[in-house]
């Protein structure tokens, strides 16, 4: 089956940039999303990618795909304290055709320190 | 004006107990999502649903029984809780469409504590 792995944790200074990991087994992945999840919240779509282009940014956030090596990034500029959470890299397989599944990573626990 | 709303947001219950959490989404989407995280924030499917069919169902036990009466609302009922149960369950929704980009719209879980 599909799957999904992250690195577990990343500590990095206020205003430095962080970049985290993620590397898929799906080839037919169609899309790849990066999602924060605060403290006690729900999951927030920060950005997504789709699988025929290379990079995508978006203000602060750069996504940086390798279909060959079936590998993603996720890198914040300028990182904040209010960027302190989990990040979880999915991607989305297709299951039929009014379906779809996401497969999530463990997900990132990103910790700035100011 | 929430978009994926569950409830209760917490539910603390006794092993063996039936309980159910409900989900609505106003987005107009025509699939909708359960999902389970546990104490290692691990995230997995646990059920799909298009337009009120049962498309995912990924190795659950059937002591877990998702309805949808509509297509705004997704709610799970559990049986005979067990303590390996507990974890956050999170509601979402999308439009689904084979090929184009249908974002996740996800609740803010419901955090179950089976005592």
């Known amino acids: 089956g599909e799957d999904v792995e992250q690195s577990l944790f990343l500590s990095v200074r206020e205003g430095d940039s962080s970049v985290i990991n993620c590397t898929y087994t799906?080839?037919?992945?169609?899309?790849l999303y990066w999602y924060k999840q605060e403290p006690g919240a729900g999951l927030q779509l920060l950005t997504y990618i789709f699988s025929n282009m290379d990079m995508k940014q978006d203000q602060r956030l750069t996504v940086l795909l390798n279909k060959k090596d079936k590998h993603l990034s996720l890198r914040i500029a300028d990182t904040q304290t209010g960027d302190s959470a989990i990040y979880f890299c999915?991607?989305?397989?297709?299951?039929?055709?009014?379906?779809?599944?996401?497969?999530f990573g463990g997900g990132t626990r990103v910790l700035v320190k100011p | 004006d929430t978009a994926v709303s569950q409830t209760p947001k917490y539910l603390v219950t006794q092993m063996g107990n039936d309980k159910s959490i409900k989900c609505e989404q106003n987005l107009g989407h025509d699939t909708m999502y359960w999902y389970k995280q546990d104490s290692k924030k691990f995230l997995k499917i646990m059920f799909s649903?298009?337009?009120?069919?049962?498309?995912i169902n990924e190795t659950v036990p059937n002591r877990f029984s998702p309805k949808s009466p509509d297509k705004a609302h997704l709610n799970l009922h559990i049986n005979s809780l067990e303590l390996g149960d507990s974890a956050v369950y999170f509601c979402a929704s999308s439009q689904g469409a084979g090929g184009r980009n249908t974002e996740a719209f996800f609740g803010q879980g419901t955090r179950l504590t089976v005592v």
């Open positions: 999915a991607d989305k397989s297709m299951i039929k055709a009014a379906g779809n599944k996401l497969t």
């Open positions: 649903y298009n337009n009120k069919e049962l498309i």
């Open positions: 799906d080839s037919s992945s169609t899309y």
